[in-house]
């Protein structure tokens, strides 16, 4: 009797643990159902769809992949390949309207970087085309004055040159005695040899040579503003004594201008630059040791780039 009930109790708990382990599966099986509807066309491990409740279907399958090739790749490695494959995702969700606003961006960007390197370079620029016409001028300021020089030699005509300055003196036509600004008639036959030295030299810096005076040599580039006849005198004592002394300077530059044109009127026809007279006269009162720097008349060349040579215009 005894035994018959123990054989009872055994089937009713191998029953019990069969529907258990039936309901159990039946659970299993659901959840790869549903997951699998969720994934279509994926293959889904179980432990896998379990442990991926909530992650995004590419992020699965991309661990799936993975884990399909043996586990390979780190567990870092395969956070890099979800977050490359989510920022994917975005690009791909954005409107393709909005898209050029995100590359308009960079863009605008880099315009304004490109216009500061502009107005940067455009500031060297203005400063190195000054400095190329400065040094245009000044060669040409040497060109003329070795010109003269050398013409000047050969005629054995004494001479002093400053190329800084950009000037000439002759101290045989125009050293001028203490308070005096007469010139010696003597000297026309030497001053008519110097002119006709600034004939063949002068019109080579003009623009209107042909005009008048042909040039001997080559043209400049650079034009002549002026040559200017500058008398000298001395700056020292009070102010009476320096007018007197200005209209002393200015009486010694306008003699040796009116010896000069009386020698040569064609020279003295020719225009600067700026269209005005070639020829100036001009005073200056200076301090000097020498008193013989401060009774004379000098020629100081100015020159400019006229508007046809100039590159800026």
Not at 265 to 294: D, I
């Amino acid at each position: 009797m005894q035994g018959t009930e123990r054989n009872r109790l055994s089937v009713a708990l191998e029953l019990v643990v069969g529907v258990l382990v039936t309901i159990v599966l039946l659970l299993l099986v659901g959840n790869v159902v549903v997951w699998g509807s969720r994934f279509p066309g994926a293959v889904v491990n179980p432990v896998l769809a379990i442990g991926a409740r909530g992650m995004p279907a590419e992020s699965v399958h991309a661990t799936e992949h993975v884990r399909g090739e043996g586990d390979k790749v780190a567990p870092e490695k395969r956070l890099i390949l979800d977050v490359q494959s989510q920022q994917t995702r975005i690009a791909e969700k954005v409107a393709p309207e909005k898209r050029p606003i995100l590359d308009v961006q960079p863009q605008q960007t880099r315009i304004a970087e490109q216009e500061e390197r502009s107005l940067q370079g455009g500031g060297v620029s203005e400063k190195a085309k000054a400095n190329d016409e400065s040094d245009r001028i000044d060669a040409a300021r040497d060109d003329l004055l070795e010109r003269l020089e050398t013409l000047l030699r050969a005629e054995r005509v004494m001479f002093e040159t400053d190329r800084r300055a950009g000037t000439l003196f002759l101290p045989e036509l125009f050293q001028f005695s203490l308070g005096s600004a007469r010139l010696d008639e003597g000297k026309q036959d030497k001053i008519r040899q110097v002119l006709d030295i600034f004939s063949q030299v002068l019109p080579c810096f003009v623009a209107d040579r042909d005009i008048l005076l042909p040039c001997t040599g080559s043209v400049s580039p650079v034009r002549l503003e002026g040559v200017f006849i500058v008398g000298k005198s001395n700056h020292e004592g009070d102010l009476a004594r320096r007018i007197t002394n200005m209209n002393l300077a200015f009486g010694r530059a306008s003699a040796a201008f009116s010896s000069m044109v009386r020698v040569n009127q064609r020279l003295f026809g020719l225009l600067g630059s700026h269209g005005q007279g070639l020829f100036r006269v001009e005073a200056a009162s200076v301090k000097a040791a020498k008193p013989e720097l401060l009774r004379r008349v000098e020629f100081r060349f100015l020159l400019a780039l006229s508007p046809e040579t100039n590159p800026a215009e």
